[in-house]
Structures are given as structure tokens and as C-alpha cells.
């Protein structure tokens, strides 16, 4: 019942692009984006509530597509400050909880 | 305002052993859930509760019990520990349900 993540590894030199893809097999209501970095807690990132929905967040944005059940995160012009592991949240219809994928290690380098 | 605390934030425990986890939410969140994360996995739901009631559960085994107080901080119960049960533990509050999650530092258990 996770959401699936890919790429599993990404590794950008600073001012690369980054896509980040999260499908589910149920009905999504909405999908959430953490960055967790080295040590820390994950920390939230955005929500995104409807069908074709698109938010963004400085340089990094994401895209709800609701008839596919997917999300994308995209990161562009990537900063060191970017690197870490990406999870993106899922919550269905018929149950409360958020489940995660299992992360996708963004490293930036210089 | 302060944010999601737990505590301890290292245990280590031996096999067979019971361990408490305990979270205080932000206030005015209603809702914790809590998670086990081993390392380079993502977090893997194992409850969540809101108004004190258990509103979801994870595929965990029974040895796995938690509750919500009416100051809606929240304890996680692991009886008869199991080498398999060594992860960080994240607890997380939320105003409500599927509302953003802001997350503890975690409690980091060893078990040996």
C-alpha cells in the first residue's frame, strides 16, 4: 500500500535539473512532499490536493496528476542546500493515515 | 511556538525487553501518527491517532500498542523487543487528518 518512487538515486552538479516521480496503485487524495536530510527529521515541503494541481516552492515544484495517480517534483537549478532524501506522502480516500515510498537520495554537487 | 517533541532520544534496550516512546504534538494538533524508519528506507506507518482514538494501523505485529492522553501527547508501547525492532521512531502531529505532518527529531532504539 506505498506509493512507488523513482528514481531511487540521483546524483546533480549544482544548477542541473531533477525530476522526481511517486504513483500509487489506489485513488489518491492528495500527496505530500518531505525532504529529510542526513541525521534530521523530514521536513515538509508542499501538499498537493487536486487533479492536475501544480505548487511550487522557491525552485522546486510538483505536479498532482489525479486520473494517473502520480506526482512529480521537479527541481531546478539545483543548490547544494537541495541535497537529501525526497519522500513523497500519499493519503487515499478510504483511510486517514499518510504512507511513504521509500525516498529517492538527492546528492548536489559542487 | 515549540514543535513536536519525543523522548528519549537514544535507548537501547536488550531482546525480549518492553520499551515507552513518548511525543508531545504542537499545540493545537489533534492528531500524532507514528513511524519506524530504518535506515535508508522510508518511513513506515505504524499508527495514528486523533481526539484519542485510533483512527489507523499499520501492518505491525500486536507487540505494538500506542494511546493518545487528553493533552493529545501520545505514547508508543513495544513489548518482547526483537533485533528487527532496532529503528528510529518518528512521531509526527497534524491539525487533522491528511493535513501537512511536522515531524519529531525521533528516538533512536537499539536493540541488542
Known amino acids: 500500500q506505498q506509493p512507488v518512487q523513482s528514481p531511487q538515486a540521483v546524483i546533480l552538479r549544482e544548477g542541473e535539473d531533477a525530476v522526481i516521480n511517486c504513483s500509487s496503485s489506489k485513488a489518491l487524495y492528495s500527496v505530500h512532499w518531505y525532504r529529510q536530510k542526513h541525521g534530521e527529521a523530514p521536513v515538509f515541503l508542499m501538499i498537493l490536493l487536486k487533479g492536475g494541481e501544480q505548487k511550487g516552492h522557491e525552485k522546486i515544484s510538483a505536479s498532482f496528476n489525479e486520473k494517473k495517480q502520480q506526482s512529480s517534483l521537479y527541481l531546478t537549478a539545483s543548490q547544494l542546500s537541495y541535497s537529501g532524501t525526497y519522500f513523497c506522502g500519499t493519503a487515499w480516500y478510504n483511510n486517514n493515515d499518510m504512507r511513504f515510498g521509500a525516498g529517492t537520495r538527492l546528492t548536489v554537487k559542487p | 511556538d515549540a514543535g513536536v517533541t519525543q523522548s528519549p532520544t537514544h535507548l537501547i534496550k536488550t531482546r525480549g525487553q518492553h520499551v515507552t516512546l513518548r511525543c508531545s504534538p504542537i499545540s493545537g494538533h489533534k492528531s500524532v501518527s507514528w513511524y519506524q524508519q530504518v535506515l535508508g528506507q522510508g518511513p513506515q506507518f505504524i499508527f495514528q491517532y486523533y481526539e484519542k482514538e485510533e483512527r489507523g494501523r499499520g501492518n505491525f505485529p500486536d507487540r505494538f500498542s500506542a494511546r493518545q492522553f487528553p493533552n493529545y501527547s501520545s505514547e508508543l508501547n513495544v513489548n518482547a523487543l526483537l533485533l528487527g525492532d532496532s529503528a528510529l521512531y518518528l512521531c509526527?502531529?497534524?491539525?487533522?487528518?491528511?493535513?501537512?505532518?511536522?515531524f519529531g527529531s525521533g528516538t533512536q532504539l537499539s536493540v541488542l
Open positions: 509526527a502531529s497534524s491539525l487533522s487528518f491528511r493535513e501537512k505532518l511536522f
